[in-house]
């Protein structure tokens, strides 16, 4: 079973940075969609970047563009997050996540699309206080 691993959550004040991590060594196929979800306690895992393996184009939700930043470093089949200005409202497990393939336009972040994204990590937490 392919299983993608995710570190770097912990806890930090609120205006802090925490960078995200994902091993997506265990995908074969040569391009995906990489995303980064959420889930804070009694909500709905929700998108907060994406990016395409194959052309580099990222994706972002309205509440962390600006703070957020998705990249990643093809040569160890690993993606990032980038957070700064982290603010008590980002607090929630972080799930990185793959869908095989290109990343669906315009927004490949939509909930209708979550049920696409193949393969799942088991979440890192991110604890943010004010």
């Known amino acids: 079973q392919v299983q993608l691993m995710e570190s770097g959550g912990g806890s930090v004040q609120a ?24 889930q804070a306690p009694g909500k ?3 998108g907060v970047a994406a990016i395409d393996t194959g052309d580099g184009r ?18 160890k089949n690993t993606v990032y997050l980038q957070m700064n200005g982290l ?11 793959a869908d095989p393939g290109w990343c669906l336009r315009p927004d490949p972040l939509a909930r209708e699309w979550l ?16």
Request: glycine content about 8%; some cysteine; hydrophobic content about 25%.
């Open 15 to 38: 205006g802090g940075s925490l960078r995200l991590s994902c091993d997506a060594s265990a995908v074969t196929s040569s391009r995906n969609c990489m995303g980064w979800f959420r």
């Open 58 to 75: 990222t994706h972002y939700t309205d509440s962390v563009k600006g703070r957020f930043t998705i990249s990643q470093d093809s040569a």
């Open 87 to 97: 603010r008590p409202e980002d607090t929630a497990v972080y799930y990185c996540a």
């Open 115 to 130: 049920n696409r994204y193949r393969y799942w990590g088991q979440g890192t937490q991110v604890t943010v206080s004010s």
């Open 44 to 46: 709905e895992r929700e």
